[in-house]
């Protein structure tokens, strides 16, 4: 054996000693501390014979987690994902009474809920002491993932060699783009600074903004960043008058539904058809390898793999138990900013309470830990695309503020895990250009029912001269993470029956809300109602809500002109006359005209479709749902995410220019895929003959 693998040797034993005695010392502390735990018989043992059966007891422990604890965890892929998380102590806890009941070494024992505590602790301070080594030893670390990286090579994918660069797609879902640019300044996210900071050759990266389509929500931008086509997703809820059906972004059948339509329209399957992995998002992208992806978790059966991305990182017990630890500190934390938020009365200020902690805990720890793990496994395994969401952010600015304290600290841990990506690519067999992007941003404001006292649906109930109860049933929000916890648990994310159900009658109208977006469509026409036939039936509707002051612009259908916007004081404009910069949409910014044209055009646009106030001074809306950080309509900074690209890459529109509409994003990322010259996802026609012109 050479004088190198001697060295590897060595080191490894090294640190699997000391990781043997950090547990060892944490036996014997929580032995002397804990009445329910003992290393000795009754009638008291030696000191030495304490010692030794407490080296024993960690020794077997950590052999039993070694060995054991993944084939519990393949096992226990059937479980909930979140369930397999509570079981992460249990499980653990049943591990060390296994290793104190088979102790040759003394008479050691301790109460079941004893054992929990011991296990937990045991496993964090292993975890801590091996990272800590790790990090002192870039050796060490580096060729801990070579192995990994050959172990995934040695299974059959024959990615070895490979030196065509890689592209991993990280989104870091609803930053905005002036957002992350004050986070770069007030130094919360170092990794991007790093980036875009000159260095001997100029900077790594480039920041620019591009500008969503009228749905700025998550449903309409990865589908048309992902599948190329958003056509007919109007908003991230809506009303299908031929199947009676409300279609919803966040809905496992509803996602697999759009992604149906969208390869159906495109003719390919996605921009991951070709060696792809797709993590953490509402569509596949067409990639076969799948994690926590939505629109395949309604399958049943072993051709969804979507939830095997658990195993990836819950097959470490100590990563468990980290993440486990995170999940109950997080949903501490949140409950401690609530509180406060609500002690110093501020304003504004939406409900926190419920499960919205465990919700948000999900969002910002499980998922994003179990995604990024996903990742890492991808770019050591040498795939050629890879498409991530991280969903954190964008939960905790719903509720929190996208500008508030709470959501900040997020960016700041998103960064890390940038970091970590970045640290990982260093060892990956071919390299990586890592984009980072959001699908859209965030505006602030008060809700519409805040500052009105009445929702949406009250104010459209009041128009049509309908009764408007006194109390009515909030809007759900948090919409991206209550999916991925919904998926998670198996249990399909409908829209409640009290929304559109058989309690109403077919007379009355469907009010759905997509942040400060609303839509209204009539059930029991068959047809998208004109604003002749709504004058007819409503005579007070369409003024009531166009005069409203918490309202920006109405769309309706017409007769005359085909097509016109609604404003205030009796504005009327045809679609094809309109401007950004005078009438209803003056202060929208620039492509609101094009934007509201498009959707105009959706065979599944609502009879009314209602985009709230917004101030262009203090950038903020009125959500129609309860959020003090929304997305889905016009106005402000939710429709101004940004992209991150690497220089190497080709500029992704032209100087002055900007990208318009999240299928646009997908032909640059096409572009940059096939510039890497790796496996490609298939080229029209028109786009093979002007590259190879090229």
């Known amino acids: 054996m050479g004088h190198g693998r001697w060295r590897k040797l060595l080191s490894g034993v090294g640190r699997s000693v000391a990781v043997w005695a950090a547990s060892t010392g944490t036996v014997l502390v929580l032995a002397a501390v804990l009445p329910d735990f003992r290393l000795q018989s009754p009638g008291g043992d030696s000191a030495t014979r304490i010692a030794v059966t407490a080296a024993v007891g960690a020794g077997v422990f950590g052999l039993l987690s070694s060995l054991v604890w993944p ?104 930053v905005g783009h002036d957002v992350l640019r004050a986070a770069v300044a007030k130094g919360l996210m170092p990794t991007v600074a790093s980036w875009l900071v000159p260095r001997d050759g100029g900077p790594s990266h480039r920041l620019t903004a591009w500008r969503t389509d009228w749905s700025s929500q998550t449903g309409a931008s990865q589908l048309g960043i992902l599948h190329g086509s958003n056509h007919d997703v109007p908003a991230f809820r809506w ?118 902690p465990f919700v948000r805990a999900f969002a910002t ?40 304290r709470d959501a900040e600290q997020v960016l700041h841990r998103l960064d890390r895990s940038l970091a970590l990506l970045v640290q990982v690519a260093e060892h990956a067999p071919r390299p990586y250009r890592i984009v980072v992007l959001s699908d859209h941003g965030q505006s602030p404001g008060e ?54 159900g058989a309690a109403r009658r077919d007379s009355e109208p469907i009010v759905l809300a997509s942040g400060n977006l609303g839509l209204v469509s009539f059930p029991d026409v068959p047809h998208r109602m004109s604003k002749e036939e709504i004058d007819r039936r409503h005579p007070a509707l369409l003024s009531t809500l166009a005069n409203h002051p918490g309202v920006g612009f109405l769309l309706v259908r017409s007769e005359e002109h085909g097509g016109v916007v609604l404003g205030a004081f009796g504005a009327e404009i045809p679609v094809d006359r309109l401007a950004d910069e ?57 429709g101004r995410p940004f992209l991150l690209w690497p220089v190497d890459l080709s500029a992704p529109a032209e100087e002055g220019a900007e990208l318009g509409g999240a299928e646009q994003v997908h032909q640059v990322f096409r572009r940059w895929l096939y510039e890497c010259d790796g496996p490609q996802v298939p080229l029209t026609g028109a786009e093979e003959t002007d590259e190879r012109a090229a």
């Open 71 to 174: 084939l519990l965890v393949r096992l226990l892929l059937l479980v909930p994902a979140l369930v397999l998380g509570l079981l992460v102590f249990f499980l653990n806890g049943s591990l060390l009474l296994v290793a104190l009941r088979v102790n040759p070494s003394g008479d050691a024992e301790a109460a079941p809920e004893t054992a929990v505590v011991v296990a937990a602790a045991m496993s964090a301070v292993a975890s801590a002491t091996g990272a800590a080594l790790a990090v002192r030893d870039d050796d060490a670390y580096r060729r801990r993932l070579y192995r990994l990286a050959d172990r995934r090579r040695r299974r059959g994918d024959g990615r070895s060699g490979r030196v065509t660069p890689g592209v991993v797609f990280v989104q870091l879902d609803g």
């Open 365 to 404: 720890v499980v998922e994003r830990d179990v995604v990024v793990a996903a990742v890492i496994g991808d770019m050591l395994a040498g795939r050629s695309a890879v498409y991530a969401d991280l969903v954190a952010y964008d939960e905790v600015a719903h509720h929190s503020g996208p500008h508030s």
């Open 447 to 500: 809700t519409f029912r805040t500052r009105y006292g009445l929702s949406l649906a009250d104010l459209v109930r009041a128009g049509c001269g309908l009764h408007v109860p006194r109390k009515v049933e909030h809007t759900h929000s948090g919409a991206e993470a209550r999916a991925a916890v919904r998926a998670a648990l198996r249990r399909p994310v409908e829209e409640k029956a009290e929304h559109h």
């Open 582 to 638: 005078t009438g209803p949409l003056a202060g929208f910014g620039p492509g609101a005209a094009d934007a509201v044209r498009r959707t105009h055009s959706f065979p599944h646009a609502p009879d009314i479709m209602v985009n709230s106030w917004y101030d262009p001074d203090e950038g903020e809306v009125l959500a129609f749902e309860e959020q003090i950080g929304s997305h889905g309509g016009l106005g402000g900074a939710q």
């Open 239 to 356: 009303y299908e008058k031929e199947t009676r059906e409300v279609v919803v972004c966040n809905r496992p059948t509803s996602a697999a539904e759009l992604q149906r339509r969208a390869v159906e329209r495109t003719g390919d399957g996605g921009l991951l058809t070709v060696d792809g992995a797709s993590r953490g998002n509402l569509f596949s992208g067409g990639a076969d390898q799948l994690a926590l992806v939505l629109s395949v978790s309604a399958r049943r059966g072993r051709e969804n793999r979507s939830r095997a991305g658990y195993f990836a990182y819950f097959s470490d017990p100590a990563n468990a138990v980290r993440t486990a630890m995170s999940f109950a500190a997080e949903v501490a934390r949140e409950i401690g900013q609530s509180t406060r938020a609500r002690l110093r009365r501020q304003r504004p200020r939406v409900g926190r309470g419920g499960l919205y």
